[in-house]
């Protein structure tokens, strides 16, 4: 697909496969290789249980391969323990997830500020600056001083892709995230993530199981079985 | 550290009711364990007083810890005495007034000679046994508290007629004698003497005003049968506390047995030891089923904030940040009941010292409360311990939960 000129992938998931142990283990995915480029707006559809989520968890480094590598800017992560993938999740990655999983007690400003805080680069005036900017760009700047309790369901999710813009992540990674949300707030969510491809150069992988939704992707990967089986890498070596 | 702080104020002052039940818990163990050690120390402490102030500090008395080598063991070492028979009458103290001279010119303190002995009192018909002590009025003020316990005359009193004699306040109610009143002496020889009542005294110790009297040291070397005796020097030091070493420097110095306060109530002593054991070891108790309370709390929170643990480490926190929040909302509980239970131990202090109380024994008008820091500290370090263990499990257990199966869980 690419020749040898095309850029660094940002993350890289080589001959991956997860098993879960139990009484009866469960492959969630298996043999998986894929490439995420920069700038790529990459859509991930599949049938429930398919290990559609499970595969983003291992590009997010939130779950481990059993077997394979998954490698972030071209380093690998095996090696790596707990703190230093998450170090990795707070400066690299952005996640949002279908239940928008803010801290109900916090504003929506003080949420989007969780991770700058987390990650302790800037002061606590810049910190605020750069989060109302955030929440400015995605037309809730108005609602920062509430709590998610009260928020509508689509103004939930847009706080939570605010944090997960918080410290300028070069991919953001979303399970279903339009997947608890109307019509209307869904296709809010899907324009801000492609305006963060097309405007600030993002990579978005994103999970759906709306198929006219993953259709406005640069790139549809379909995952059946845990195995990818269609819109593979784009570059895996090894 | 901020961020962390934010967190863990967050949790507990969002749920106001389970953490204020945690920090009361704390407090009130806090509190009565301080309430309970300043009025345990408090009545030790007034006892020890009342004990120490009614007693010589150290008394020299004219025994000896084993019995003097005969002068035929000197001579000749292969030799043993055995089955001495023991003096009728008590020897007294060699050259009483040159170990008096010499004692004063080394110790921190001061120094009287006396004379101990035993009589039967008689009065109106009724007979008591009594300790007889003569004592010189001058030097007595100096060795114990006897001046200042007379209820009725003065100690000088003692010169102002022959024979005087000073008795317990309860020893004068048992045979209903009062000051003026004259009263036989029985000696333990049989000889009879009269002697005037010119003022009685109340130690606050039942055992000492129902059995002693004082008279001077002339009259109660008459008593004994011996002109000149004088069978006990008594030492009050001025460091309490240091009466057992000087007795023992005092008994190498000369000879003769010498007791210090301590040494006299060795048994009470070591009975406020095994009572101070069993009290650290309830306001220990106490403490801990405060921080039952604690751990419940902070698991609690715990349990419910899973989740957001869970979204916490999916943006990269680390799992010490994590446990560091819970360990932080469990020592601000403790830190917080903490500071109320000082207030709530200080308040019971107060209010148990303000309530008069009247034993059958001794004289205590009210309860004695000991103030002193080292209460405080020493339950605020336990509290915070105990806080510190009891979020320890619950914050180690947030800190290893895995975001992904938390995830995978909700979704």
Redesign the interface.
């Known amino acids: 697909m690419t020749g040898p000129a095309s850029p660094q992938p940002l993350l890289e998931i080589r001959h991956a496969t997860r098993i879960i142990d139990g009484e009866v283990p469960t492959t969630l995915v298996r043999e998986v290789d894929l490439a995420i480029l920069p700038g790529e707006f990459v859509s991930v559809t599949g049938p429930s249980g398919s290990g559609k989520?499970s595969l983003l968890?291992l590009l997010?480094l939130?779950?481990l391969p059993t077997v394979g590598e998954v490698l972030v800017a071209g380093e690998p992560t095996s090696g790596l323990d707990?703190?230093a993938r998450?170090?990795?999740?707070?400066?690299h990655l952005g996640?949002v997830?279908?239940?928008h999983?803010l801290?109900p007690?916090?504003t929506a400003l003080a949420n989007v500020m969780?991770?700058m805080?987390?990650?302790g680069k800037l002061d606590e005036d810049e910190q605020r600056a750069r989060a109302m900017a955030i929440l400015d760009q995605l037309g809730i700047a108005a609602h920062a001083l509430k709590r998610p309790g009260q928020l509508s369901g689509g103004q939930r999710q847009r706080v939570a892709i605010a944090?997960a813009l918080a410290n300028d992540p070069m991919v953001v990674l979303a399970?279903?995230p339009t997947g608890n949300l109307d019509t209307a707030s869904s296709e809010q969510v899907l324009q801000i993530l492609r305006r963060l491809t097309d405007e600030q150069g993002r990579a978005i992988v994103f999970v759906t199981h709306d198929l006219s939704l993953a259709a406005r992707a640069d790139r549809q990967v379909r995952i059946v079985d845990g195995r990818i089986a269609d819109g593979g890498p784009s570059r895996v070596d090894g | 550290m901020r961020l962390i702080l934010d967190i863990a104020w967050t949790h507990i002052s969002s749920r106001v009711r389970q953490t204020l039940v945690g920090l009361l818990g704390v407090a009130m163990g806090v509190g009565f364990s301080i309430m309970m050690a300043a009025l345990m120390e408090g009545s030790q402490r007034d006892f020890v007083s009342e004990l120490v102030d009614s007693l010589p500090h150290i008394k020299v008395s004219d025994e000896r810890r084993s019995a003097p080598p005969q002068p035929a063991e000197v001579a000749y070492r292969a030799l043993e005495v055995v089955g001495l028979s023991t003096p009728v009458i008590r020897p007294g103290i060699k050259n009483p007034y040159a170990i008096v001279s010499m004692l004063e010119a080394w110790i921190d303190g001061t120094v009287a000679p006396s004379v101990e002995t035993r009589a039967i009192i008689r009065y109106a018909g009724r007979d008591t046994a009594a300790s007889v002590i003569g004592i010189d009025p001058v030097r007595e003020p100096k060795v114990s508290k006897l001046a200042t316990q007379i209820r009725e005359g003065t100690l000088a009193d003692l010169h102002k007629a022959s024979n005087a004699i000073i008795l317990g306040d309860k020893l004068a109610a048992k045979i209903g004698a009062r000051t003026g009143n004259s009263i036989t002496l029985v000696a333990a020889t049989g000889d009879l003497m009269t002697a005037t009542v010119v003022a009685l005294f109340h130690s606050g110790v039942a055992q000492a005003d129902e059995t002693q009297a004082y008279v001077l040291m002339k009259t109660a070397q008459i008593l004994a049968g011996q002109i000149g005796l004088v069978n006990s020097i008594r030492v009050r030091a001025d460091d309490i506390m240091g009466a057992r070493d000087l007795a023992t420097r005092i008994e190498a110095a000369t000879g003769y047995k010498s007791v210090s306060w301590q040494e006299a109530n060795e048994d009470l002593l070591s009975a406020f030891e095994i009572r101070n054991f069993i009290m650290f070891t309830v306001v220990g108790a106490i403490l801990l089923v405060a921080s039952f309370g604690t751990y419940n709390i902070i698991s609690t929170i715990t349990h419910e904030k899973t989740r957001d643990i869970a979204i916490l480490k999916s943006l990269g926190f680390q799992e010490r940040q994590v446990r560091r929040i819970f360990l932080l909302e469990s020592l601000i509980i403790g830190v917080a009941g903490t500071l109320v239970g000082w207030a709530l131990g200080y308040a019971l202090c107060l209010a148990l010292g303000s309530i008069e109380f009247k034993s059958p024994f001794m004289d205590v008008n009210r309860l004695p409360i000991y103030y002193t820091p080292k209460h405080y500290l020493l339950s605020a370090s336990v509290a915070l311990s105990a806080s510190g263990i009891a979020g320890f499990l619950p914050a180690r257990k947030a800190a290893q939960v895995q975001p992904v199966e938390i995830i995978r869980g909700a979704s």
């Open positions: 989520s968890y997010g939130l779950d707990e703190d998450a170090k990795i999740r707070l400066t996640f997830f279908q239940f999983f801290l007690e916090f969780l991770p805080r987390a990650l944090r399970d279903e």
